[in-house]
């Protein structure tokens, strides 16, 4: 597979839109927050892969990892690694959810936990996990999710005796990789669990009212042999699936990065934003974080939260291409936790504007407000009281109206965790005017502003006795309030409603008809949203003297590595038989046809007809563009069948520790003609050489991918590939090979 970073004639301007950003002020405060740099988790883990984050009842953050040693030369792995933090910056290691030996009874011995999912479930924590190995076949490889339950978000954690997903065997032999589980609750209180893998592909099922079973039939919704590391989460009425694509674990050249789809159900089908659905063979996918070109590649499995101010964050791992292995070569991948900003742009979300990963000082996620309140002590020190209201055991318990002294107004985010328990209705008011309440008693969401009022059916199975987190955001005139088990992307109850004004005076608790207890109080200004992406590579005018429209022979331009006889020249195109060969690796026998580049920032483009079809396998015929330096230092971007499937892969091999190491990013959907383009950009700062990869169905609508790099003492030539397997056969047909300033 391949790997994306920066690059092309953007770099310069995603460069000054990140150094732009950095350079704000580094004031601390609810309206300017601190900064941070990643890796977020370098306080306490080396490596620590396949984060989530959730906030837990006392206001603090808890992280969870993959099953690893922490630190480099610690070599013990570690059950489930957790992480605790007052503002999602400095983070302390609290133990592990697992102590040795701790399985449930269908694991093997030995089992390992991956990619671990923290959810609020039917009142409980309930940790959803890969077990990598379980005794339902001695030969291994018999995955399985499994579920366990705790009080707290560090504990202690009980296995459940059954797995939630059992092992299932795969019709090609061995067992579906029955890993990577994500929860989801949706609007109707249904709870989901989206799970698999490239073998077997992504699957969604329904589970059980207490989340530990899974029940009724799974639905596929992401392609086998592309997606795995699903999470989704619902957004302005859409579902959104992301899902890690290419490989994971492949070292410096590892090409992982985010794909996202969106449907209107949480069955699917997911489509991205092109239309293409996540389930055909050239599959859909709309990439929302790869690797721009700066330390960080193979940036995937991610998790999600929200921040005080209403400021989305994606979390995941990535790889410092300078350090890629903890404690030695080909060993255990060195995947640290990072974290970055979240934007939706047209209905679409982005890493940093579509900048992606960040390196260097940045803006922190807001984890402090104008009002800020845990109630830790016993005083209601700044409420008024208006009814009987206390403080026990950390949580406020009450009936009537309770209103702090703090005046708010503008664009404001209230938020609280609230179980309405014994009360009729419980919940937030803004001013004089607004009031967002849990009715209980009528089974609704309410927001009323004046004679205005909006609602939304709780759930049927709403229990008032749980937990749950109720957020109101005011921007301008447009309030949206939204319930929630955990601000964890899954929404019980969304009601939005148009204000007379915005409101202005103080946040109020309210509970009528009996006590409610509240937590976690807090009143944060709105952040500002992202309106606009970063620019795509500009492409200016053809360079025709280092262009070649094939209307002619392969003149003198052209060089061979290792010359097939078979690439012809006619009637305006170049047409190449796909061969049996390969440039991976050390066997090195596929041709290569190649040209000088220019010199300084430049776009490459071809457009290539390889008739794939669909669906059938057909490893791994491929053809396409190519910068190179030698057989063990390539970028190769081609449309390719990869299985069952076609996909645009942006390969890459170099030389690490005395051997090739190859990977790969994904970048669009190909079609039978597929348009592919190289941006090229020489760094400023470390003269390496940078190249972005993109493709396009129609030669008009570009859908951009990663960045690869060379070094500055390399001089990359670009050219043409068509290889990978003979039968059937198939003629890759290039149309032209230009390039543009």
Request: net charge negative.
């Amino acid at each position: 597979m391949g790997l994306l970073r920066r690059g092309g004639a953007c770099s310069a301007v995603l460069g000054l839109l990140l150094a732009a950003t950095a350079s704000a002020p580094a004031l601390a405060g609810p309206d300017h927050p601190p900064r941070y740099d990643n890796p977020l988790s370098a306080s306490f883990a080396d490596t620590f892969a396949d984060p989530v984050i959730v906030r837990g009842p006392d206001g603090l953050w808890y992280a969870y990892g993959t099953t690893d040693p922490l630190r480099e030369g610690e070599k013990q792995f570690h059950g489930v690694p957790m992480a605790r933090s007052a503002d999602l910056l400095r983070w302390t290691y609290v133990g592990d959810a697992f102590t040795p030996g701790q399985r449930p009874p269908y694991a093997a011995e030995g089992a390992g936990f991956w990619a671990p999912d923290v959810r609020w479930v039917d009142g409980r924590w309930v940790m959803y996990v890969t077990v990598t190995d379980t005794t339902v076949s001695p030969d291994g490889g018999d995955f399985a999710v499994g579920a366990a339950t705790a009080p707290t978000p560090t504990g202690p954690w009980t296995f459940a005796d059954e797995p939630v997903v059992a092992p299932r065997p795969g019709g090609g032999g061995g067992w579906l990789w029955t890993i990577d589980p994500s929860q989801f609750t949706d609007v109707d209180g249904t709870p989901y669990l989206y799970y698999g893998s490239y073998y077997g592909g992504v699957s969604v099922t329904e589970l059980s009212p207490d989340g530990l079973r899974a029940v009724g039939t799974p639905t596929l919704v992401a392609i086998d042999n592309k997606f795995e590391g699903s999470y989704v989460l619902r957004h302005d009425g859409w579902y959104y699936l992301f899902a890690s694509t290419a490989n994971c674990c492949a070292g410096p050249a590892t090409g992982y990065s985010v794909h996202v789809g969106r449907s209107r159900s949480p069955r699917g089908p997911f489509v991205d934003r092109e239309g293409l659905a996540l389930t055909a063979s050239r599959a859909g996918g709309t990439p929302v974080l790869t690797q721009n070109g700066n330390r960080w590649i193979g940036v995937g499995h991610n998790g999600f939260l929200t921040d005080l101010s209403g400021q989305d964050w994606i979390v995941y791992h990535g790889i410092d291409r300078a350090d890629p292995y903890l404690d030695e070569p080909f060993g255990i991948n060195e995947r640290p936790m990072l974290i970055d900003r979240l934007d939706w742009v047209d209905g679409w979300p982005v890493v940093n504007a579509g900048a992606g990963p960040s390196d260097g000082d940045r803006p922190a996620p807001v984890t402090t407000g104008r009002i800020d309140e845990r109630f830790q002590g016993v005083a209601l020190t700044g409420w008024r009281h208006d009814g009987d209201w206390r403080v026990t055991d950390g949580q406020l318990r009450g009936t009537g109206t309770l209103t702090h002294h703090t005046t708010t107004g503008g664009d404001v985010r209230a938020e609280v965790d609230l179980r309405p328990a014994g009360a009729r209705a419980a919940g937030v008011t803004l001013g004089d005017r607004v009031d967002v309440r849990v009715d209980v008693a009528g089974g609704l969401l309410v927001a009323r502003d004046g004679h205005r009022t909006a609602t939304a059916p709780l759930p049927a199975g709403f229990v008032p006795g749980h937990r749950h987190h109720l957020a109101v955001e005011v921007r301008g005139d447009r309030l949206v309030a939204t319930l929630s088990p955990a601000r964890l992307g899954d929404q019980l109850a969304v009601v939005t409603l148009r204000l007379d004004r915005s409101p202005t005076g103080r946040l109020g608790l309210v509970a009528a008809g009996g006590v409610a207890e509240f937590d976690n109080v807090s009143v944060a200004r709105l952040h500002r949203p992202v309106r606009r992406t970063v620019p795509a590579p500009r492409v200016g005018g053809i360079l025709p003297q280092f262009s070649d429209e094939f209307d002619g022979d392969l003149g003198t331009p052209w060089q061979w590595v290792r010359p097939d006889p078979g690439a012809t020249v006619a009637d305006g195109a170049l047409r190449w038989p796909v061969r049996s060969a390969d440039l991976t690796g050390t066997g090195n026998d596929a041709g290569v046809l190649l040209r000088d580049a220019p010199t300084g920032d430049y776009v490459v483009e071809t457009k290539v007809t390889l008739d794939l079809g669909e669906e059938t396998v057909r490893n791994y015929q491929q053809a396409g563009l190519v910068a190179y330096v030698d057989d063990d230092r390539f970028a190769r971007l081609s449309q390719v069948a990869i299985w069952n499937t076609r996909q645009v892969e942006y390969g890459y091999e170099l030389p690490f520790a005395g051997q090739p190491v190859y990977g790969g990013n994904i970048v669009g959907a190909p079609a039978a003609t597929t348009w592919l383009r190289l941006a090229h950009r020489v760094d400023p700062v470390t003269g390496e050489h940078e190249f972005r990869a993109g493709s396009s169905r129609d030669g008009r609508t570009w859908t951009w991918g990663g960045v690869w790099t060379f070094p500055a003492d390399t001089t990359p030539r670009i050219g043409l590939v068509a290889h990978g397997g003979a039968e059937p056969a198939v003629t890759a047909e290039f149309d032209y090979l230009r390039f543009h300033r």
